[in-house]
């Protein structure tokens, strides 16, 4: 069974600039989390979608920060403008449902360094 | 704003030691509870769930839960060097299907 795919690896942009990171999940998981994992912390939840409507996104910063997951597939979260403080690694993730007991399926992550 | 808190450490245990993670959590009404082992620049991984209280054994891991005190602990027995590694651990809000991790522990297992 293929994992959490994620592209790209790694990025690096100047500050303001824009940036996308894709994430494929588990065929068949209904539900895909995109994390923000900043050094040294836990990964924190930015939004969380169950087939292709949002179940929670009250930590993303939506001034900034947009995500989409058209058809209940795949995801794209976007980052317009980028700050500093953005520099993380970008977490995907994805599980059969979402019952609260589901063990959660992470890619590889993506690198951002905002310069 | 709910919590999930460990100690950041290193943790640092000889090879062949056991080594006791503990995470202490916030919101009483959680029911379940996740570890996850990071390998430095890797995407975390699922080692243990438990739901009930008690101890739940897996190989060298043991994940013990106590809701009352809102405490989840790990054990790793017979530690071994592979074992170095960030432990997180993750709660399910209780009436949510939302997740939190604590900050992760870094434990050390010297040869």
């Known amino acids: 069974e293929a994992g959490v795919a994620q592209s790209p690896r790694y990025k690096i942009i100047e500050k303001r600039q824009s940036v996308a990171f894709w994430c494929n999940p588990i065929s068949g998981h209904a539900t895909l989390y995109w994390y923000q994992q900043i050094l040294g912390q836990g990964p924190k939840l930015l939004i969380q979608?169950?087939?292709?409507?949002?179940?929670?996104d009250s930590q993303l910063p939506k001034d900034r920060f947009s995500a989409e997951r058209l058809k209940g597939v795949d995801s794209t979260l976007k980052i317009q403008p980028a700050k500093l403080e953005d520099s993380a690694v970008y977490l995907c993730?994805?599980?059969?449902?979402?019952?609260?007991?589901?063990?959660?399926?992470f890619g590889p992550g993506t690198r951002l360094l905002v310069l | 704003q709910k919590e999930v808190e460990q100690n950041s450490g290193p943790l640092s245990v000889p090879e062949g030691a056991i080594a006791s993670l503990n995470c202490t959590y916030s919101?009483?009404?959680?029911?379940?509870f996740f570890w996850y082992r990071q390998y430095s620049g890797k995407s975390p991984e699922l080692i243990m769930s438990?739901?009930?209280?008690g101890d739940k054994e897996d190989g060298r891991f043991t994940a013990q839960l106590n809701k009352a005190s809102q405490y989840v602990s790990l054990l790793i027995r017979d530690s071994q060097p592979s074992d170095s590694a960030t432990y997180l651990c993750?709660?399910?809000?209780?009436?949510?299907?939302?997740?939190?991790f604590g900050t992760g522990t870094r434990l050390k297992v010297l040869a």
């Open positions: 919101d009483r009404g959680s029911q379940s």
């Open positions: 993730a994805s599980s059969p449902t979402s019952g609260g007991q589901e063990t959660q399926y």
């Open positions: 993750a709660v399910n809000l209780s009436g949510t299907y939302k997740y939190i």
């Open positions: 438990i739901y009930s209280n």
């Open positions: 979608f169950q087939n292709n409507g949002v179940v929670d």
